[in-house]
């Protein structure tokens, strides 16, 4: 399983899997799926950690990501064209992602272990 199928079957919603499946596995509809990133509300609110407010930084992110099994690398989802469907380095990704009001998911464990930022909100998703 592919980290978007992955994530979206372990991290979104039951209701809105189907849905988002469909958009992610088609180029011509995948930018349905990006630009709602923005305001995200299909997050399964079962699996989201808060990140503390002074540990909402790249380099904290990481270290908390890598205390939870994150690789060196990862997969983007993101509605910033530059970073999406790209995988990249996990540092890189977190130093272009945090505070750039661009709705991201970063997904370092296929199904088990992401980051997401929003325009509003950033947390970590784990099961």
């Not at 699996?47 to 990862?74: E, F, H, V, W």
């Not at 992602?97 to 950033?122: H, K, Q």
Request: aromatic share 10%; with cysteine.
């Amino acid at each position: 399983m592919d980290h978007e199928e992955a994530f979206v079957k372990a991290f979104i919603i039951p209701n809105r899997q189907e849905r988002y499946l469909g958009f992610l596995s088609s180029s011509k509809r995948r930018a349905k799926f990006t630009t709602e990133l923005a305001h995200f509300k299909a997050l399964n609110p079962r699996y989201l950690l808060s990140i503390p407010t002074d540990q909402r930084n790249p380099t904290s992110i990481l270290k908390l990501l890598i205390s939870m099994g994150a690789g060196p690398n990862c997969w983007i989802i993101s509605e910033w064209k530059k970073l999406d469907a790209r995988e990249m380095d996990l540092e890189t990704a977190l130093r272009e992602t945090i505070g750039m009001g661009m709705g991201t998911i970063i997904s370092c464990i296929p199904g088990r272990l992401a980051y997401f930022e929003d325009e509003c909100v950033r947390y970590i998703l784990k099961r």
